[in-house]
């Protein structure tokens, strides 16, 4: 059986795969992200790939039809809302799902044809407050380190990230590090016990959102013990002082740590010269989540500890381009190549090499106010590209209502019966992995390519090709006249060929050359490993700005719900959901719940709980045990109105967000808890 070099569909680790047509899935020892390891997700990738639930023929209300009938309606009904409403009328809802050549056409034809910034996606859900606290520390959205990073510390922190479910590779390359240098230290900040709990020397049992107030209280002590990098701030940070003087009013109190546990990491982190702190949902998904990802910044430009050999602050995303999906702009709040909406000199740049007509001026909706737009009315026509948003966002139900008032939405996918195609207009059947080529990128910037190896069945095209096709209909064919993803990811490297006097920190050089058929896993830059070995930051004057950061007022609800991932499911279970030995890992919805709080409920193992909010309710198995402290719930998000039948916990969540980044806060919201 020939094997295909491609790359697992899942999350951000973005491992290497060598997979046949007969389901044969090994990990492939060349890859540097995983050197052959896979999880269990990335191993049965063989048994989710048949066409069971397919979306395979376009379909319009419910009817199918053929694709020109169908991209012929999607194109006359934007065209139409642009022409009577304005380009802002019309929205995309995008995914990190979709390969990087996807993203880019999907970017272009909103932000350089349509002329809005009305494309957002569902990676602002997974790493949207790490570009904002890079932006604001950096002056870029630059990830510094690279995971070998993580084989050369000699302390590790993980802060509100299950590693070991969400990221397993990572994991087990930390795992192995550990086996070999036991003296590597691994400290794990999170409110849950968890499997990544065990690698730990040290779990810091954070209350929710106190993580401002730890690495504060850290840099406080860092700075009251004389172990800043003073040379090296002084050269190359500003903002320490005021950041500092800030920090000291932080009560240790708010992260609900005993004083011993503050000390002995306070001083471990002091003592050990390379640190690398790596963080994912648990800081991300909060209304304070930029905050916190500059806390975790600050302690380490105050220390020089970025830039170099096991060092750094790190962002690891969970979704497996959400990295391509920000480098070509796919956020509202982005232009293309790391490039700003609001500077002119940019949209200049951006819109003479796209030969545009036209270019967004401003930031567009982001995601939670993109569908508040679609509930006011605001919005004509909504395009939902590889996700589930009825579901999938907080308070799903008012977002299910949202999508039902637009007056037309299309959706492409490569499953038919989702919540958020029951309620669209025009369904378009997507390639799914394995069927489609692309590149996507790792959170290590590196970037792989998804090769095909099945073949496309029914009517199924990548996505690049129906946005394109879409374009040619809008008026816009010589724009988008692609003929492979080859073209797309080649104008890519030109767009930042072009844009190479402008100072930024994305840089393809290294692909000008590169046969894309043939293409390894690549990362960029040409020239650095890692970011800001030179001290030399994107601020205008080159240096990095620490920011003063306050812990914000706690509150203290009876439950505070947590939401998160099993260890063997995907998103809202499309393709994990198809594997038994998948699916049998944890069967159903539940809840975790702390045995006093089951007690003082009267709920036995087993017993149905509703867990509810004023956004609505959901039926839940009671899971008791002591992993998370009294008065915290955690439940995982996988499972759909459809799939669970007594409620989706996203029913429950709150769309409250992190007013810098937009981020909804997924993890400590207020909810009631009672038997059922
Ligand atoms: Fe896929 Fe992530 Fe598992 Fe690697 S760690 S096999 S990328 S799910």
Same mark, same amino acid.
């Given at each position: 059986?020939?094997?295909?070099?491609?790359?697992?569909?899942?999350?951000?680790?973005?491992?290497?795969?060598?997979?046949?047509?007969?389901?044969?899935?090994?990990?492939?020892?060349?890859?540097?992200?995983?050197?052959?390891?896979?999880?269990?997700?990335?191993?049965?990738?063989?048994?989710?790939?048949?066409?069971?639930?397919?979306?395979?023929?376009?379909?319009?209300?419910?009817?199918?039809?053929?694709? !020109?009938?169908?991209?012929?309606?999607?194109?006359?009904?934007?065209?139409?809302?642009?022409?009577? =409403?304005?380009?802002?009328?019309?929205?995309?809802?995008?995914?990190?799902?979709?390969?990087?050549?996807?993203?880019?056409?999907?970017?272009k034809l909103m932000k350089g044809f349509i002329g809005?910034?009305?494309?957002?996606?569902?990676?602002?859900?997974?790493?949207?407050?790490?570009?904002?606290?890079?932006?604001?520390?950096?002056?870029?959205?630059?990830?510094?380190?690279?995971?070998?990073?993580?084989?050369?510390?000699?302390?590790?922190?993980?802060?509100?990230?299950?590693?070991?479910?969400?990221?397993?590779?990572? =994991?087990?390359?930390?795992?192995?590090?550990?086996?070999?240098?036991?003296?590597?230290?691994?400290?794990?900040?999170?409110?849950?016990?968890?499997?990544?709990?065990?690698?730990?020397?040290?779990?810091?049992?954070?209350?929710?959102?106190?993580?401002?107030?730890?690495? @504060?209280?850290?840099?406080?002590?860092?700075?009251?013990?004389?172990?800043?990098?003073?040379?090296?701030?002084?050269?190359?940070?500003?903002?320490?002082?005021?950041?500092?003087?800030?920090?000291?009013?932080?009560?240790?109190?708010?992260?609900?740590?005993?004083?011993?546990?503050?000390?002995?990491?306070?001083?471990?982190?002091?003592?050990? !010269?390379?640190?690398?702190?790596?963080?994912?949902?648990?800081?991300?998904?909060?209304?304070?989540?930029?905050?916190?990802?500059?806390?975790?910044?600050?302690?380490?430009?105050?220390?020089?500890?970025?830039?170099?050999?096991?060092?750094?602050?790190?962002?690891?995303?969970?979704?497996? @381009?959400?990295?391509?999906?920000?480098?070509?702009?796919?956020?509202? @709040?982005?232009?293309?190549?790391?490039?700003?909406?609001?500077?002119?000199?940019?949209r200049?740049?951006v819109q003479d090499f796209w030969d545009s007509p036209t270019i967004c001026?401003?930031?567009?909706?982001?995601?939670?106010?993109?569908?508040?737009?679609?509930?006011?009315?605001?919005?004509?026509?909504?395009?939902?590209?590889?996700?589930?948003?009825?579901?999938?966002?907080?308070?799903?139900?008012?977002?299910?209502?949202?999508?039902?008032?637009?007056?037309?939405?299309?959706?492409? !996918?490569?499953?038919?019966?989702?919540?958020?195609?029951?309620?669209?207009?025009?369904?378009?059947?997507?390639?799914?992995?394995?069927?489609?080529?692309?590149?996507?990128?790792?959170?290590?910037?590196?970037?792989?390519?998804?090769?095909?190896?099945?073949?496309?069945?029914?009517?199924?095209?990548?996505?690049?090709?129906?946005?394109?096709?879409?374009a040619?209909?809008?008026?816009f064919?010589n724009a988008f006249?692609?003929?492979?993803?080859?073209?797309?990811?080649?104008?890519?490297?030109?767009?930042?060929?072009?844009?190479?006097?402008?100072?930024?920190?994305?840089?393809?050089?290294?692909?000008?050359?590169?046969?894309?058929?043939?293409?390894?896993?690549?990362?960029?830059?040409?020239?650095?490993?890692?970011?800001?070995?030179?001290?030399?930051?994107?601020?205008?004057?080159?240096?990095?700005?620490?920011?003063?950061?306050?812990?914000?007022?706690?509150?203290?609800?009876?439950?505070?719900?947590?939401?998160?991932? @099993?260890?063997?499911?995907?998103?809202?279970?499309?393709?994990?959901?198809?594997?038994?030995?998948?699916?049998?890992?944890?069967?159903?919805? =539940?809840?975790?719940?702390?045995?006093?709080?089951?007690?003082?409920?009267?709920?036995?193992?087993?017993?149905?709980?509703?867990?509810?909010?004023?956004?609505?309710?959901?039926?839940?198995?009671?899971?008791?045990?002591?992993?998370?402290?009294?008065?915290?719930?955690?439940?995982?998000?996988?499972?759909?109105?459809?799939?669970?039948?007594?409620?989706?916990?996203?029913?429950?969540?709150?769309?409250?967000?992190?007013?810098?980044?937009?981020?909804?806060?997924?993890?400590?919201?207020?909810?009631?808890?009672?038997? =059922?």
């Amino acid at each position: 059986m020939t094997l295909t070099r491609t790359t697992c569909p899942y999350c951000g680790v973005g491992c290497g795969v060598l997979a046949g047509a007969d389901g044969t899935i090994k990990g492939d020892p060349a890859h540097p992200a995983n050197f052959g390891r896979l999880c269990s997700k990335g191993a049965a990738l063989g048994e989710t790939t048949d066409l069971d639930g397919r979306l395979l023929r376009p379909m319009v209300n419910g009817k199918t039809t053929d694709w !020109d009938s169908a991209l012929d309606l999607v194109a006359a009904k934007f065209s139409a809302a642009i022409a009577e =409403y304005g380009p802002e009328s019309v929205a995309f809802y995008a995914s990190g799902q979709l390969l990087t050549e996807d993203y880019y056409v999907a970017n272009k034809l909103m932000k350089g044809f349509i002329g809005a910034a009305n494309i957002d996606t569902n990676s602002r859900l997974c790493m949207a407050s790490s570009v904002a606290g890079h932006k604001r520390a950096f002056g870029t959205d630059t990830v510094p380190g690279t995971y070998e990073d993580l084989e050369q510390a000699d302390l590790i922190v993980l802060v509100g990230s299950n590693l070991a479910w969400c990221h397993p590779v990572l =994991y087990q390359r930390i795992a192995a590090a550990k086996e070999s240098r036991p003296d590597l230290q691994v400290v794990n900040v999170d409110p849950r016990r968890t499997a990544t709990t065990d690698l730990a020397d040290l779990h810091l049992q954070i209350a929710p959102d106190g993580d401002i107030a730890l690495f @504060n209280g850290l840099l406080a002590h860092l700075a009251n013990t004389g172990a800043l990098d003073a040379s090296f701030t002084a050269a190359h940070v500003n903002g320490m002082a005021e950041t500092i003087a800030a920090a000291r009013l932080s009560d240790p109190a708010d992260t609900g740590l005993p004083q011993e546990d503050l000390t002995r990491f306070f001083d471990l982190f002091a003592r050990t !010269d390379k640190v690398v702190t790596v963080y994912s949902q648990g800081v991300n998904q909060s209304s304070c989540g930029t905050d916190k990802v500059n806390a975790i910044l600050n302690c380490h430009l105050a220390t020089g500890r970025i830039g170099r050999a096991g060092c750094g602050p790190f962002s690891v995303t969970g979704q497996p @381009n959400a990295m391509g999906g920000r480098e070509v702009g796919g956020l509202a @709040n982005m232009l293309a190549n790391h490039l700003e909406i609001e500077n002119a000199d940019h949209r200049a740049a951006v819109q003479d090499f796209w030969d545009s007509p036209t270019i967004c001026t401003k930031s567009g909706l982001k995601a939670v106010d993109l569908f508040q737009a679609c509930a006011d009315g605001k919005i004509k026509a909504l395009w939902v590209m590889s996700t589930n948003p009825a579901v999938s966002l907080p308070d799903a139900d008012s977002v299910a209502e949202a999508i039902a008032r637009v007056p037309f939405v299309v959706t492409s !996918d490569i499953i038919e019966k989702t919540d958020t195609n029951a309620i669209a207009d025009v369904l378009l059947p997507a390639a799914g992995w394995g069927e489609k080529d692309g590149t996507v990128t790792n959170s290590e910037r590196r970037i792989s390519r998804q090769r095909a190896f099945l073949k496309t069945p029914g009517d199924a095209r990548p996505d690049w090709r129906i946005i394109s096709d879409v374009a040619a209909r809008m008026g816009f064919g010589n724009a988008f006249a692609y003929q492979s993803p080859a073209d797309i990811f080649a104008e890519y490297v030109a767009l930042d060929t072009a844009l190479s006097a402008t100072p930024r920190d994305l840089d393809l050089s290294i692909f000008a050359d590169v046969d894309y058929a043939e293409m390894i896993p690549t990362q960029w830059p040409r020239n650095a490993h890692r970011f800001f070995a030179d001290g030399q930051f994107y601020h205008p004057d080159g240096k990095a700005r620490m920011i003063a950061v306050t812990s914000p007022q706690l509150s203290k609800p009876r439950f505070a719900l947590n939401t998160g991932r @099993n260890r063997d499911q995907w998103h809202t279970m499309t393709r994990t959901g198809k594997s038994q030995r998948l699916s049998a890992h944890l069967a159903e919805p =539940y809840v975790e719940i702390h045995p006093a709080d089951a007690i003082a409920l009267g709920a036995g193992a087993g017993t149905i709980i509703r867990v509810e909010s004023p956004n609505g309710s959901a039926l839940l198995r009671a899971f008791i045990t002591d992993r998370g402290p009294r008065g915290q719930l955690f439940a995982p998000m996988h499972w759909t109105r459809q799939r669970a039948k007594r409620g989706t916990i996203n029913s429950v969540t709150s769309a409250v967000v992190d007013p810098v980044s937009g981020q909804p806060a997924l993890k400590s919201g207020a909810v009631t808890a009672q038997v =059922y």
